[in-house]
């Protein structure tokens, strides 16, 4: 089980780490991806401008040269003025210039001012010469180099000037390295190194749990969560959460609850021991003695007397234990409704002896209200007020006091009831244990009981959906249990109306 928690634990932060990872490179070769793009745009509009520009001033200066000297288009050695344009234009354009007819797409005169790009730059405008016209312009990039041209006009004239371009992509891809792509390198690093980083901390509390529980699961009860996850104040808390930070302590609390439970069952074990072997030896002694006919006839009554209030001691320890475990769940058809003053008359009638016996004054209180009927299994509802009644006989001195105290909550539909004592009270720390099964504030065997009284009445009452915590009396100074019994349904709703 220890083994597989640990399994489970590595594989869950193990998932958590790839995830993260994974997203974190996702989300940067994106990145990487949209930078590339932009940059190979920008690369390739430059180089698309560059041959526009010369496109159209080698078009613009044609059409000036022809005006310029009066030559016309119905000249013979018209063409010679351009073509001598042409070749002038190449020298500062930077670019491989076409002329091209109009009609038949014909590629008519060429100046080459790069030979050794001159047949991509061709390659590329025979590819895209059906789609020539006036302001026309293409560019991409292809294998290592960046291919462009741009198209215009020539004026009175039946032909596009064509302005071609063939441009090494190697500084596009120093400018990618130096600018975007190392940089990335590095951002990722430090980001998957972050993401791992914070993962750990983050982790680091659910791995303490793991291992916490872990300890717990195979006995050990002295272990605990560091107090740097569960407080929440503190500057060294890694937890990151104070959602983890909860989590850290209510596992410290169910560990007291179970470290507690044990040292209780350990004592409990021992006390039922004790309290069935005496009554056993006793009984074993008996008949042992009158089979060695060591008891006379005549005193087998007296004996057997002694044997069946032996046994009567065995059974009640046995019912106690027993039915602890049953009375949460309460039935339907045992439900009804009873009069909480009668109820409360009935029991302090029965406990008279020992009041009496202590001289204890038991003082009652109620509010105006004229009803004081409650809902519930009135058998279980009364064993409730009897053992929180008895258990306030038990610890308040002689001459004391006792008060029981009941007031209608009508929003809440619920009866508050209080049976408050001038004992000497249950130390804060210690009150929430008092309803813990097998638990006695005194472990020896001076304290009659076996621990259970109090867990019974809170178990009642749980299955009747009500709820029972102890305070301090502020009037008589003692312990004050408080507690609820539900109103009758029909009381409820005209408390509401």
């Known amino acids: 089980m220890s083994s597989g928690s640990r399994r489970v634990s590595a594989s869950f ?4 780490n790839i995830v993260l990872i994974i997203s974190t490179v996702v989300s940067f070769a994106v990145l990487i991806f949209l930078s590339f793009e932009n ?7 430059e180089v698309v401008a560059i041959t526009e520009i010369h496109s159209n001033g080698t078009a613009n200066s044609i059409n000036f040269m022809l005006k310029s000297t009066g030559i016309s288009t119905e000249d013979n050695d018209y063409t010679e003025t351009v073509f001598t344009v042409m070749n002038t234009q190449n020298g500062a354009s930077g670019c491989n210039l076409f002329l091209i007819d109009s009609d038949t797409k014909e590629i008519v005169h060429v100046t080459k001012y790069s030979p050794e790009t001159f047949l991509l730059d061709e390659g590329f405008l025979k590819t895209n010469i059906g789609a020539l ?17 741009s198209c215009s006009s020539v004026e009175n004239m039946n032909y596009y000037l064509v302005a071609a371009k063939c441009q090494s992509n190697e500084l596009m891809i120093e400018e990618f390295k130096s600018i975007i792509l190392y940089p990335w390198f590095i951002a990722v690093v430090l980001s998957i190194v972050l993401c791992l980083f914070f993962i750990r901390l983050s982790t680091r509390p659910i791995r303490e749990m793991s291992r916490v529980i872990n300890k717990v699961a195979v006995g050990d009860y002295s272990v605990r969560v560091s107090k740097k ?23 410290n609390y169910m560990i007291d609850i179970l470290e507690n439970q044990e040292h209780d069952r350990n004592i409990f074990i021992s006390s039922v021991a004790h309290d069935i072997r005496t009554p056993l030896t006793s009984i074993n002694g008996f008949v042992t003695a009158m089979i060695d006919g060591i008891i006379p006839e005549e005193m087998y009554v007296k004996y057997f007397d002694m044997i069946k209030h032996e046994v009567e001691r065995i059974r009640t320890l046995v ?16 439900m009804e409704v009873f009069s909480f003053r009668d ?14 016996s202590k001289y204890i004054l038991v003082v009652k ?25 008895s258990n306030a006989i038990k610890f308040t001195p002689n001459g004391g006091k006792i008060k029981i105290s009941a007031y209608r909550d009508n929003k809440a539909g619920k009866l508050r009831i209080s049976v408050e004592d001038s004992g000497p009270g249950v130390p804060e720390d210690k009150r929430a244990r008092v309803f813990e099964s097998f638990y006695k504030l005194d472990s020896s065997r001076k304290q009659e009981g076996f621990g259970l009284g109090l867990y019974i009445c809170k178990q009642i009452l749980v299955g009747h959906g009500q709820s029972i915590y102890l305070d301090e009396s502020d009037s008589l100074g003692g312990a004050s249990f408080r507690f609820t019994f539900a109103l009758p349904r029909e009381e409820i709703a005209r408390g509401k109306q």
């Not at 019912?319 to 045992?334: F, G, I, K």
């Open 343 to 356: 109820m409360v008359n009935d029991i302090v009638d029965g406990l008279e002896p020992q009041l009496n």
């Open 13 to 16: 932060t193990f998932f958590i």
């Open 133 to 149: 016209k006036d302001g026309y312009s293409e560019g991409l990039i292809s294998g290592n180099s960046i291919l462009a041209i």
């Open 365 to 389: 209180g109620y509010d105006d209200a004229d009803s004081f009927d409650a809902y519930g299994d009135a058998h279980l509802l009364s064993r409730v007020l009897y053992n929180i009644v």
């Open 39 to 45: 940059l190979k745009n920008r690369y390739i509009n």
């Open 229 to 251: 996850f569960t407080n929440d104040n503190e500057f060294a808390n890694d937890s990151l959460s104070s959602d983890l930070s909860d989590m850290a302590r209510t596992i």
């Open 319 to 334: 019912n106690s234990m027993t039915e602890a475990s049953s009375l949460s769940h309460v039935e339907a058809s045992s």
